[in-house]
């Protein structure tokens, strides 16, 4: 419910705007003073107390359910902006022991805003929490930055997010000796939080303001003091529109107008001016000064982050994992366990699509995680990534693409579902996202290095592989059954003693006697480790032993040696080898 501070709001009864209304900015006290006053002729919104009450309640719920009372080990990753700084606010006030003992991690990238440093401080001080800082290692100051690493402008961004993110939060999270990680993100700043968990239980991390929206934000921040970056306090307002990429650029034609106070809390005139502005931008949100432009008012905060890169996240959460974690952090799972919904997918497709031995592989692999951090096949936008540059657009390091192959893609339109199945069995749906024609010369000489058809992998990728792409999320029906065991990397996982170091060894051939010594020796020169047998058993090239016959040998050698051997662990991965 939104009223405008006129006459017509100084009618509304106190006592309803005090019970039943959350003001925006101000306590109810002076939200009063405001509201009669002719110099704040704004429009406040006015905000139902049970909502933003249900979502401090739930708030507490997540953090009792998931933190310890001492905050011991706990590392919340701030950027200082809006929410970030609203959940530091919410912890002072409800759970302070916990703030005491737990750490909040920033990181000068040496390419903040000025006013990111200053807000920074304000936090700092109003709740009585100074933060850990790091900073790029060997600089302390942007000039040094660009003597050593170079322009942030001409470095790689997979090169720029690791110096000066990735690092110095690694270094960080092991002098805190992280368990959990906090983080600000919500479901509502982008397309790819939609999905996000309130506990990603993988990766030990909680995001307990997923459930917030901006509006939340703004509302309790407004009402409750909490320091805002002061870059939210101007309009930038053009005449023409401007191009998102273009927006960093110096000397842009618009009029940079300081509001006084932050853009939200303006009315339509003092955001436009007299006459209106026919475009007004403001800054939303705050990340590096070469990677954030201002937005509209209307638009997403994520809207204006990486707009001119392919990347939508900050490396900190896509590239920082420890070790032993999963590629990308945590084991992706994409088996659906609902039957009701598994049943909708299959319904709801428009083809069925009998899977090659070499695409059963790569689904079972994209299904049970094995290709994490990977949803699906890839898309046109990852699959020119990983070709070009062995990184996925988030710029995790990936060495292959991981495509699904079509002949024929007529009756299959962007946007509708494939049912994809396994000699027979319904295996897996996947959506058609992106459908696509890769240039497959392109991508046999940036792979593999030729495109000469002597090497039997491009030779297949030319010759059997299908014309075109289809990529998109999978969802699994049923795992893939191979004719030899095989196991997940969930139940690999499983098999092997927590706090034990891992000797593993990974083959295409069949195991012969000199593998057997290799495997000996290794797993005793690492001192009480476990030694994992992992064999590929997908299909190679022509002429190689089939799967079942190599997969044979390795259980009679598990057979002859499990009593002589007990510290050998024994799985089998159905990966289609690219040779």
Known sequence: LGIRGSSKTQAVPSRIVYAEMFAVRSFSPILSRRVHAPQFQCSWRLLSTAALDDKVATFKVDIEKHLPADGKRVVFATAWLATDNVFVALMHEHFPKILSGMHLVAIDTMHLFDTTHIVAKQVEARYSKAALWKAVADVSTREEFNAKYGNCEEMDTADFDFVSKVEPFQRALAECNKDILITGRRMDQAAQRISLDVWEDGKRTLNPMAGWSWSDIIAYADAKGVPVNEGHNFSYRARAPIVAT???????????????????????????????????????????????????????????????????????????????????????????????????????????????????????????????????????????????????????????????????????????????????????????????????????????????????????????????????NLHGINSVAFPYPVQTPAEVRAVLPEGKPVVAFQNRNPIHRAHFELLVRAQRDVKDSTLLVHPTCGPTQPGDIDGVVRISTYEALKEETKQEFPMFRWAYLPYSMKM
């Open 246 to 472: 273009e927006r960093h650029l110096p000397d842009l034609p618009w009029e940079k107008v300081p509001l006084g106070k932050p853009f939200w809390q303006c009315t339509e005139k003092e955001l436009k001016g007299d006459p209106a502005a026919p475009i007004t931008y403001v800054f939303k949100s705050f990340g590096d000064i070469h990677t954030t432009v201002p937005v509209e008012p209307h638009e997403s905060e994520r809207a204006g982050r990486f707009v001119r890169q392919a990347k939508t996240e900050c490396g900190i959460h896509t590239r920082t994992t420890s070790a032993g974690s999963p590629h990308g952090g945590a084991l992706v799972d994409l088996m659906v366990k609902d039957a009701a919904k598994a049943k909708e997918l299959v319904d709801s497709c428009v083809k069925a699509v009998e899977l090659s031995e070499r695409q059963a592989c790569d689904v079972f692999c994209l299904l049970h995680g094995a290709f994490s951090p990977l949803r699906g096949f890839m898309d046109e936008t990852a699959y020119k990534s990983v070709v070009k540059d062995m990184r996925l657009p988030e710029k995790q390091l990936f060495g292959l693409p991981v495509t699904f192959d079509m002949q024929d893609v007529s009756g299959v339109k962007q946007g509708e579902k494939l049912l994809l199945k396994w000699k027979g069995e319904d295996v897996a749906v996947l959506e058609a996202s992106s459908i696509y024609k890769p240039n497959k010369v392109v991508e046999a000489k940036e792979v593999y290095g030729t495109s000469s058809l002597e090497h039997p992998t491009v030779f297949s990728l030319v010759q059997e592989t299908g014309a075109y792409y289809v990529g998109g």
